[in-house]
T-cell receptor, first 113, second 112 residues
Framework: NAGVTQTPKFQVLKTGQSMTLQCAQD?????MYWYRQDPGMGLRLIYY???????DKGEVPNGYNVSRLNKREFSLRLESAAPSQTSVYFC????????????FGSGTRLTVV | GENVEQHPSTLSVQEGDSAVIKCTYS??????FPWYKQELGKGPQLIID?????GEKKDQRIAVTLNKTAKHFSLHITETQPEDSAVYFC???????????FGAGTQVVVTP
């Protein structure tokens, strides 16, 4: 019962370094999302993919890029990490683009120093 | 776009007492309102949801109420237990095509 799998679980980067956060789901869901969670700010949408082959910006897309590699995988890339990108990142998936039945991964805790 | 406000930010209750978390939303077209529970070190998990054609929904010790006129909805937890300690998030969306907009979260602490 894997659901949504995120890697890595923890990462420390130096300012200016790049990295890719990986996400894979095994529920045959069409839609996938990347959120960041910061204290007192809830979950904010970075990018989403309504279906394979499409991606769109969310509320806070600056400094990030995404790739929907196939129906299962949706990666988030930081090209030049900044301390403001220190956060916990969550990937989620759902059967449709609507709000129903989001399943979240367990998160990646990223620190940029 | 949609804006969801959630109160309180922290809530401390004695075991066995009730806990209430309240959310307001701005988009009158929103019609789906889920609640998520996040335990330490884990991702949020859906615990209950309500759609706009229903005023109240219960599932054992948890219930959600919706007032569409006032644009607010609430989560009620009765007979709280230590395992209810977690962060709870409300959210809203326009159902079939909208994305979820989350509230800022409520840290609930249940003390024995």
């Amino acid at each position: 019962n894997a659901g949504v799998t995120q890697t890595p679980k923890f990462q420390v980067l130096k300012t200016g370094q790049s990295m890719t956060l990986q996400c894979a789901q095994d529920m045959n869901h069409n839609s996938m999302y990347w959120y960041r969670q910061d204290p007192g700010m809830g979950l904010r949408l970075i990018y989403y993919s309504a279906s394979e082959g499409t991606t769109d910006k969310g509320e806070v897309p600056n400094g990030y890029n995404v790739s929907r590699l196939n129906k299962r995988e949706f990666s988030l890339r930081l090209e030049s990490a900044a301390p403001s990108q220190t956060s916990v990142y969550f990937c989620a998936s759902s059967e449709t683009q609507g709000g129903y039945g989001y399943t979240f991964g367990s998160g990646t805790r990223l620190t940029v120093v | 776009g949609e804006n969801v406000e959630q109160h309180p930010s922290t809530l401390s209750v004695q075991e066995g007492d009730s806990a209430v978390i309240k959310c307001t939303y701005s988009d009158s077209a929103s019609n789906y309102f889920p609640w998520y529970k996040q335990e330490l070190g884990k991702g949020p998990q859906l615990i209950i949801d309500i759609r706009s054609n229903v005023g109240e929904k219960k599932d054992q010790r948890i219930a959600v109420t919706l007032n569409k006129t006032a644009k607010h909805f609430s989560l009620h937890i009765t007979e709280t237990q230590p395992e209810d300690s977690a962060v709870y998030f409300c959210a809203a969306s326009r159902d079939s095509w909208g994305k979820l907009q989350f509230g800022a979260g409520t840290q609930v602490v249940v003390t024995p």
